[in-house]
């Protein structure tokens, strides 16, 4: 482990903090420190015969990939190929990947070397993004895809719930618009109906229509939700080939 060799890198203690902030227990703590090795510290320090992460980023990505891809399979079966591409896209990415790294403050662990320390390379996207592949990888290869899949899905689930939030109000409501636009030449509206509840659990329900015409109804925490959930049911009504 680094911390053998010289005065400058991570104790033994931060990597045993670092687990806690994981909630994962290595059986070989020497591939989570392997995950937190940028490459500007190997370059620096060519005497230590040491490995990069990039390795690690590489099977971290698709690791990633593929629970991501598994949950959105899962847990929201009415999601198209389309829109399950989408959705992973955004898990998945840079920005998503650095936010999931500053939430647990992997950039505190990173072995830099001393230009990109300097530099702001702790706080810089792309390496936040890359140690958080890499973490996920040697996660995968010490404790299996069990853990891994735990971990990722428990790290990504408010990330998660938001980009399906929104994915889903952005879909539904321009496929209707789009599809009512063509046949009627006109837009849908949508109404509240009703808002019950307290206002730590509200829960709203809103009709959209077309004139007088009730073309579907949805219920929701949001009225955003409520909204994508009416134009979803009027698509099913509508268009025959939809599928929720």
């Known amino acids: 482990m680094l911390n053998q060799f010289s005065g400058g890198e991570l104790a033994l203690a931060d990597l045993v903090a670092l687990q806690k902030v994981l909630g994962v227990s290595f059986s070989d703590p020497s591939l989570l420190e392997q995950a937190l090795i940028h490459s500007s510290y190997v370059n620096e320090n060519p005497g230590l015969s040491l490995v990069s ?3 690690l980023e590489f099977l971290g990505d698709a690791v990633l990939g593929m629970v991501v891809a598994e949950g959105l399979y899962q847990t929201l079966p009415y999601l198209t190929e389309g829109q399950m591409t989408r959705f992973r896209a955004a898990l998945v990415c840079r920005e998503a990947l650095a936010r999931m790294a500053r939430a647990i403050k992997l950039g505190d662990y990173l072995y830099l070397g001393k230009g990109e320390d300097v530099g702001g390379g702790r706080r810089r996207l792309v390496n936040l993004a890359g140690v958080m592949e890499a973490v996920v990888a040697a996660i995968f290869l010490d404790r299996g895809l069990t853990i891994v899949r735990d971990f990722i899905l428990k790290l990504l689930a408010l990330e998660m719930e938001k980009v399906i939030s929104q994915g889903a109000v952005v879909d539904y409501k321009s496929e209707l618009q789009e599809l009512l636009q063509a046949r009627e030449q006109q837009s849908p509206a949508y109404h509240l109906i009703e808002a019950i509840g307290p206002d730590h659990d509200r829960r709203f329900t809103v009709e959209v229509g077309l004139g007088d015409r009730v073309l579907g109804r949805g219920s929701g925490k949001s009225k955003k939700a409520a ?8 698509l099913v009504k509508l268009s025959p080939s939809f599928t929720a």
């Open 53 to 55: 992460n990039e390795r």
């Open 227 to 234: 909204e994508s959930e009416a134009a979803c049911s009027a």
